[in-house]
């Protein structure tokens, strides 16, 4: 398998602010996602980025597969961005190589 | 909203007992896989079923298996329950169109 490391941990926000996540990885992939998983387990789709950069209302994503890493962007933070953030690449098959996370909180 | 469901939500078992999960995907989605996740921690993958057969497996010990049906249905069992095998499990219905995989809420299980 592959090695995912995810940074920072841990990130406490004030409401509005921006902030970066990003996402180191090992090896080459052939596909990366981006979750959120909200405080009752729920893990939500945020993007499908195997390459390039993509956008979605307030969060953005990059992925530079050559130097095997990905970029979550969120800006202006609000209390309901509040949760645990994993990126998950794909390295062969399909099955997802889950880092540790970032635990985000947004205090208002 | 995903369109994959779980259930239970909750369970509790002792040690030494055997427990059944279950999982319903999307309609037309053929590929689930089940991870399970210990607290604190990134989900784990456990196992791949593709059209009813185990295609990809994790360093999971023989005593969790599963099973696929024809119905986009699917079960995850676990024999001989351990205090570590507490966690939350959850199952993935893959999207081949898109190559998106999506999560169902989970089933937290307790050993004690």
């Known amino acids: 398998g592959i090695q995912v490391e995810q940074s920072p941990p841990d990130l406490i926000l004030q409401e509005g602010a921006n902030s970066t996540l990003r996402c180191n990885f090992s090896d080459s992939v052939n596909n990366l996602q981006w979750f959120h998983q909200n405080p009752w387990g729920q893990l939500i789709n945020l993007f499908y980025i195997p390459s390039g950069t993509k956008q979605n209302g307030r969060l953005s994503a990059t992925t530079v597969a050559t130097e095997r890493y990905s970029l979550l962007y969120i800006s202006s933070s609000q209390t309901t961005d509040s949760g645990v953030y994993f990126c998950a690449p794909i390295h062969t098959g399909n099955q997802f190589y889950f880092g540790t996370g970032t635990s985000l909180t947004v205090i208002p | 909203e995903t369109g994959v469901t779980q259930s239970p939500t909750h369970l509790i078992k002792t040690r030494g007992q055997q427990v059944t999960l279950r999982c319903s995907s999307q309609?037309?989605?053929?590929?689930v896989s089940w991870y399970q996740q210990a607290l604190g921690q990134g989900p784990q993958f456990i196992f791949q079923y593709y059209r009813e057969e185990e295609n990809g497996r994790g360093n999971f010990p023989p005593r969790f298996s599963g099973l696929q049906f024809p119905n986009y249905s699917s079960e995850l069992n676990v024999n001989a329950l351990e205090l570590d095998d507490s966690a939350l499990y959850l199952c993935?219905?893959?999207?081949?169109?898109?190559?998106?995989?999506?999560f169902g809420p989970g089933t937290r299980l307790t050993v004690l």
């Open positions: 309609s037309g989605h053929n590929t």
């Open positions: 993935a219905s893959r999207d081949t169109s898109t190559d998106t995989q999506y």
